[in-house]
């Protein structure tokens, strides 16, 4: 490997374990969960997921799992949900 190339693998390798450093500002995904597949976007802070729960409640398992993976990387408007405990919502 070309000694250069040497120091960009270990900034990339430290840059994957700083995760504060990425925020995820618009995203589109497919979910497959048990009983069929939804798609799932984030944009600007708001996130969409097609699944039939989402349309009563405007949050859904398939966010909290998502929230859960992406944690930090998220912006905070996207890490909040009904699933959120009020006392962990900001004021």
């Excluded at 000694?3 to 994957?16: D, H, Q, T």
């Excluded at 998220?74 to 909040?80: D, F, H, N, S, Y």
Aim: charged share 20%; proline share 3%.
């Amino acid at each position: 490997m070309h000694s250069s190339l040497i120091g960009k693998v270990e900034k990339a390798n430290r840059y994957a374990r700083e995760l504060d450093r990425i925020t995820i500002d618009r995203l589109s995904l497919t979910f497959r969960g048990d009983n069929d597949s939804h798609v799932v976007t984030l944009d600007a802070g708001t996130w969409h997921c097609t699944c039939h729960y989402f349309e009563s409640w405007h949050s859904c398992v398939h966010l909290l799992a998502l929230q859960k993976i992406l944690g930090v990387m998220l912006p905070e408007e996207a890490q909040v949900s009904i699933f959120t405990p009020s006392s962990a919502i900001p004021a």
